[in-house]
Structures are given as C-alpha cells and as structure tokens.
C-alpha cells in the first residue's frame, strides 16, 4: 500500500524557473494538503483541498498553485521560483478534515 | 486564524527519565490536538491525539493532556528510549472554517543512552 507518494525527492531550481511537486494517493481520502517546513519554524501550510474541483488557500499561498482534477493527485505548482521557496515540501492526506494526516515523505527544493 | 506555540524548541534527556512538551492555541473554536513525531528524513507521523470533550488521553508510555481554559495542552513520554529521539510536532484544528492543522514550530527530542 503505497499511501502518498511525492515525486520529485530532490531538486535544485534557478531564479525564475518554474516546475511541479506531484502528489498522489491511493486511499480514496477527500482532503489533501501542501505544507512546507523551513528549519525551526514548523509546518506552514501552503494550499489545501477538501475534495476534487474544490482548492483553498492556506497561511502562505503566494508564489504557488494548486489543482484538484481528481481524488488522487495534487499537483502543487512554483512559477517563477525564488530563493525563499528553498525548504522542503510536504503533500498529506485526511479522510476528514479534524482526522489523521497521512504524510508523504517530502520534495526538497533548492532555488538557486 | 489559528495560532500554536510549542515548547521547548530543543529537549535533552538521559535514557529513563521523562520528557514533557507543552503547546498552547489561541482559536477557542479548536477542538482536536494531534501530536506528530518526524524521524530524520521522513514525514510526520501521528502518535496520539486529543479531542476536547476528553482531558486525557494515554497509549502506552505516551500520554496528552488538555487544559482548554487555559488553552495548552502537554505531551508526556515516560522511560524514555533512544528510539523516542525525533522531532516532535503539536498541532490544532476545528471541525469547522479552515478545518486543517495548524502546527507548532517544532521541540527536537534527544534520548541520551
């Protein structure tokens, strides 16, 4: 049982270059999460989503997009990365939403 | 919005003892506290959690607690080992609005054998 699988593990981006963290996971689970981790300051959740066609934003939502065309995949886009996008990613899912999440095991991204 | 404040950032204890963090919320509408452990390059993962209508909660060696006038709550590891080494993560949310977690910055746990 995979559970939630991020791709990629590691990347290095130049100044204004753009690209996609993809998320998937197989537990028919509606709500979906994108939190990132900056060291010593927890996680900060980037955009979320509580079923397909449906995305919100989160505490620091600027800089990135998300889409929701189906259950399974939450694919979190950077355009035009900065240096301050540098940290590492997480993608989780729920069943509900006060519920476990399930992490995947994170995407590092370095903006150089 | 939400906001958790988790202490302390690091904790260092000799293999045995007790380790305890506290967390505190500032939403009164939060009524459900997870604790995550995240062991070096990997996800979070759930070790126990807490809703508001308990004030209490124990698994094993673990256990939470949950004061919500004051708005903490704290969780206890007993005879600690060197596996419970980790970063450790307190988390708030509510069953209504915004309904995801918002999480503590963090409290590094080392288990000295």
Redesign the interface.
């Known amino acids: 049982n995979a559970g939630?699988t991020q791709t990629p593990k590691f990347r290095i981006l130049k100044i204004g270059q753009s690209m996609t963290l993809q998320c998937a996971q197989d537990m028919n689970h509606n709500?979906m999460?994108w939190?990132r981790q900056d060291p010593?300051?927890?996680?900060?959740?980037i955009y979320?989503s509580?079923g397909a066609g449906i995305t919100?934003k989160?505490?620091v939502p600027n800089g990135y997009n998300v889409s929701r065309s189906t259950t399974e995949d939450f694919p979190l886009r950077l355009e035009l990365a900065a240096p301050s996008q540098t940290s590492v990613y997480?993608c989780?899912s729920s069943k509900q939403?006060?519920?476990?999440?399930f992490?995947?095991?994170?995407s590092r991204l370095t903006v150089l | 919005g939400e906001n958790v404040e988790q202490h302390p950032s690091t904790l260092s204890v000799q293999e045995g003892d007790s380790a305890v963090i506290k967390c505190t919320y500032s939403d009164s509408a939060s009524n459900y506290f997870p604790w995550y452990k995240q062991e070096l390059g990997k996800g979070p993962q759930l070790i126990i959690d807490i809703r508001s209508n308990v004030g209490e909660k124990k698994d094993q060696r673990i256990a939470v607690t949950l004061n919500k006038t004051a708005k903490h709550f704290s969780l206890h590891i007993t005879e600690t080992q060197p596996e419970d080494s980790a970063v450790y993560f307190c988390a708030a949310s509510s069953d209504t609005g915004r309904r995801a977690l918002t999480f503590g910055s963090g409290t590094r746990l080392q288990v000295q054998p």
């Not at chain 1, 939403?97 to 999440?101: A, K, M, N, R």
């Open positions: 939630v709500y999460y939190y010593g300051m927890g996680l900060k959740l979320y509580v919100d989160g505490e997480f989780a939403g006060s519920g476990e999440l992490f995947g095991e994170g």
